[in-house]
Structures are given as C-alpha cells and as structure tokens.
C-alpha cells in the first residue's frame, strides 16, 4: 500500500534516477513529469487516498476511461499517457510498496496485437513511392527554394529524425570543407556519404550512429549555402544578376550549423514542419493544375515522419535488417522489420546467383 499525498515524492525520486540512467531531453523530462502528476492530481480529486494491489488496476482503468470521456482525449495520446504511467507505477520502489505484481497495457485495455502483414501495409500506406518522392522534391526544386530542397532531400536520403536534422552541423557530413566552408564534392558521383549523428542529437541521446546522404544531395547542400551568401542586384539593363555579400559569406566560413533560418540561426523543428507542409500543399496545386492522375492527397500525406518512414523504406528495398535497423536507429529490430517488404522473386534471383558459385 502506498499513500497518494507520498506519490510526488517517489515521483521525483523515480524521474531523478531515470534521468541518470536514460539519459532523457529536459523535454521528455517534463513531458512524463505532466502526465504522470496528472493521474497524482485525478486520485487526489476523486478522494483516493491510498493504493493497493486491490484498486490500483481499477484506478487506472477508471483514469483512462475520464481521459478519454471527460478530458476529450485522443485515443493515441491517451495511450501515451498510460505508458508513462505503467513505467511508474512498475518501478522498483513503487511496485515494492504496493506489493502489486507488473502492470501491463493489456491489464487496462484489450490491445490486439498487429499482425506482420497489416503492419507492412500500414507502413506502405504512410511512405512515399519513388516517383512520389521525387514529384515531391521535384515541386519544391522548381519553387527554386535552395534550403527547403536540400532539408527534403537530406531527409529522403538519410532517414534522420526531425530533431537530429535540425542540430546537424556542417562537419557532422563525413567530408572535407573547402576554405569557404563548402563541401568538396567527390569526384565520383555515386559516392556514398557518411552523416554522424552525434549521441546528444539522437533519440534518447543514448549513442552516436551513422546514416547516409548522395553525392545529389551533397550537391545540393552546397548550392543552399551558395544562395545564403548571394543576393540578387538589379544591372541597368533589367536583368537581375547574383553578387556575393562579403559579411555572409565571411560568417558562412566558420558557420557550425548546416540548416538555418530566415535570420541565419539555426533552424527549428517547427520551421522544417511548417516548410514541409507548405511545399505539400504546393504538390496538389501543381496536380490540380496539370491535371495529374495521383493516389495520394500531398497536404495530408507528407509530413516530417513521413519522409523518415520513406526513406527507410527505401532502405529496406536493398539492405538486411538489421543494417536498416542500425541506419534508423531503432532500439527493437521488431519495429524495422515492418519497413522490410520481401519480393520472393528477388529472393529467388539472389538464390540463383549463389547457387552458381559452387557449380
């Protein structure tokens, strides 16, 4: 038995050990700070003053239920609330005073369990074909936005999360910069690219991994930091011409980051998300206008996560597993596999070729 008034104490105690352990963001932090003081607060309300193996699972299933009927909570982030909770209520001091045995999702709700092949067409669902991704790209290079075009494709390539492309600096690409503080280009162009990803940018910031870019969209960044330092000045004739400014261009020499806003500093996470948004839009207009035939609505489709999905997916086409797993920095080779869509055709060519060694 535990006194719910002693809840916030444990809590602090438990986050102040997880924190150490997991190493979490301030942000998580905080975010699992709220929803689990939430449930300290609903108990607090409804005159519980004490839990027991008795009522602790009946708490949380009447804490769900107001979640979901008062609250007007979403189904997902209800869940979400409930994992944070579980965690806490599971954690070693905790489940010793209420003397409970380990509390599971499925003690509190009926979870099905997904079965591989709905997850594979569930993932299928939410990524890019090829020609879609590069309709996609394709739409914003004609806008002729530089930066927007290389964040998208550095995306589409690489598979990074949001908040590991938005702390990218410019030496975390594997390849040497020039005086200038531009990338050397390869000279062969089927070059493959290392990205560090340093520990502290990644979810968790648990260990540093390795995805990879194209010598396309190297390229690319390159011409982005080109248009950071050139701005267009009108000749007498009408014709707007490109002149590099010295201020921007000395800065761009020692700049860290790679990816920056309007105001030259560093971009965020919603500023991405909002350019990814707009550029979506843009796609359906130019379907609109063209009167192209495509399956998918661009505005509702694309999103941040779906350009990582994309890209690992892509991945999938031509790595193992455990290499995509690895690249995605998944910390269950259960949640990679979804991306993995086995063509038993290929895998009968690739048998073939084997099979020709020994004969």
């Known amino acids: 038995m535990i006194e719910v008034d002693e809840l916030t104490d444990y809590l602090d105690e438990y986050l102040e050990e997880k924190q150490e352990v997991k190493n979490l963001t301030s942000e998580t932090i905080k975010k699992q700070t709220f929803n689990i003081s939430k449930f300290i607060e609903y108990l607090e309300q ?3 003053d004490e839990l027991t193996d008795k009522n602790i699972k009946k708490q949380l299933r009447h804490y769900r239920r107001y979640c979901l009927k008062q609250r007007g909570n979403k189904r997902t982030t209800v869940k979400t609330y409930m994992m944070n909770i579980l965690e806490f209520i599971n954690s070693e ?22 079965d591989p092949e709905t997850a594979k067409k569930r993932i299928e669902k939410i990524s890019l074909t090829w020609p879609q991704s590069n309709f996609f790209l394709d739409t914003i290079e004609q806008s002729g936005n530089k930066r927007d075009y290389a964040i998208c494709r550095t995306f ?35 070059e493959v690219i290392e990205v560090y990803l340093r520990a502290e940018t990644t979810k968790g910031e648990l260990k540093d991994r390795t995805t990879f870019i194209t010598y396309d969209t190297l390229e690319s960044l ?13 000749k007498t004739n009408g014709v707007y011409k ?7 261009a000395k800065a761009e020499r020692t700049r860290q980051e790679l990816f920056t806003n309007m105001k030259g500093t560093r971009i965020g996470k919603r500023g991405v998300q909002d350019l990814i948004k707009k550029h979506a839009r843009r796609c359906d207009e130019r379907i609109a206008a063209e009167g192209i035939d495509c399956p998918i609505d661009y505005s509702k489709s694309v999103s941040v996560h779906i350009l990582r999905h994309t890209a690992l997916s892509h991945f999938a086409e031509i790595l193992t597993v455990a290499e995509v797993q690895s690249i995605a920095g998944h910390s269950n080779s259960q949640t990679t596999d979804k991306y993995i869509h086995i063509d038993r055709e290929q895998m009968k060519q690739k048998l073939k070729i084997n099979n020709n060694k020994f004969n």
Do not use: C, W
């Open 156 to 190: 589409i390539d690489s598979g990074m999360r949001l908040k590991e492309l938005v702390l990218l600096d410019k030496t975390d690409i594997q390849v040497p910069l020039n005086d200038d503080g531009f990338y050397e280009l390869p000279d062969d162009h089927n």
């Open 222 to 234: 390159n011409e982005m930091m080109d248009s950071r330092i050139k701005k267009l000045r009108k």
């Open 242 to 248: 490109p002149i590099i400014q010295r201020n921007k």
């Open 46 to 48: 409804e005159g519980i």
């Open 93 to 114: 001091d905790v489940q010793e005073e209420i003397q409970h045995d380990p509390i599971k999702m499925k003690d509190i709700i009926e979870v099905k369990a997904e």
